[in-house]
């Protein structure tokens, strides 16, 4: 699903990531954790080609990240993303244009992609707020109204940069059941970027730390039965 062979990058002169090798399978819940700076955005950013490495090679479903076009299979929801300075738009509307890569100029929303939009809302609990202003919700829930866009396009692999930013702790709940649902039921892999451990704790198989340009897998990060996750 993603694979990085002995990736480096420097921003200039600055090495931020060398010698990156590993692979993240279909359905797996991958936790990534380490200090400001070590460079967590980076990875993501090489996995989702907006930089290219300066050394190795990033394949996304096998392909090369620079030839890669199915990008209606890969979620991204960035770091910081917040509504507050959104258009008064709806709930309804930020997650309906998630899909404005598939829709042609003025074209309608086919049946299929309805189905999409109830079912997403319904996962990320959303359906009583989905006619509410965007800027009106609280962050918790622009947070996984958000998610919600990044999934319309039913994409098989999920990238979330810091998703529990000022979100309370029932907000924090409501998320990781919606996670839950995603990767036990729908079988996406997640790659979930955190400095929070209690967001990911017992949802992700495995936890790795970016420090001093190295991505390792944290020790105690117990593998999860692979016969839950049935997209593995
Ligand atoms: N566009 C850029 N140009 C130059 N240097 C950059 C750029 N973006 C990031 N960096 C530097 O690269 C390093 C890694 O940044 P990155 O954003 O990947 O870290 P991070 O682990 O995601 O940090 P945080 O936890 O603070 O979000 C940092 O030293 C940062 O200053």
């Known amino acids: 699903m993603l694979e990085f062979e002995r990736v480096g990058f420097s921003y200039g002169r600055q090495p931020v990531l060398t010698g990156i090798s590993l692979t993240i399978a279909a359905g797996e819940f991958i936790a990534v954790v380490g200090p400001n700076g070590a460079g967590k955005t980076t990875l993501v950013r090489l996995a989702l080609g907006l930089i290219r490495p300066t050394d190795g090679a990033v394949r996304l479903f096998g392909t ?112 990781r059941a919606s996670l839950e649902h995603l990767v036990n039921i729908e079988g996406i892999a997640v790659v979930y970027i955190s400095h929070d451990p209690a967001g990911f704790a017992g949802l992700a198989q495995r936890v790795l730390e970016v420090r001093d340009g190295q991505v390792l897998p944290v020790s105690g990060s117990a593998p999860v039965s692979s016969a839950s996750h049935p997209g593995a």
């Open 64 to 175: 090369d990240s620079s030839r890669f076009r199915q990008w209606s299979s890969v979620g991204y929801v960035p770091q910081r993303a917040n509504a507050s300075s959104a258009l008064p738009i709806s709930v309804d509307e930020v997650v309906r244009s998630g899909l404005a890569g598939q829709l042609r100029p003025l074209a309608r929303v086919s049946s299929t992609q309805r189905e999409r939009i109830e079912h997403v809302l319904e996962v990320m609990g959303l359906q009583q707020v989905r006619r509410r202003r965007i800027t009106q919700l609280s962050g918790g829930q622009q947070q996984r109204a958000l998610i919600a866009r990044a999934l319309v396009t039913t994409p098989r692999l999920l990238f979330l940069d810091e998703p529990t930013t000022g979100v309370d702790a029932e907000a924090k709940t409501a998320l």
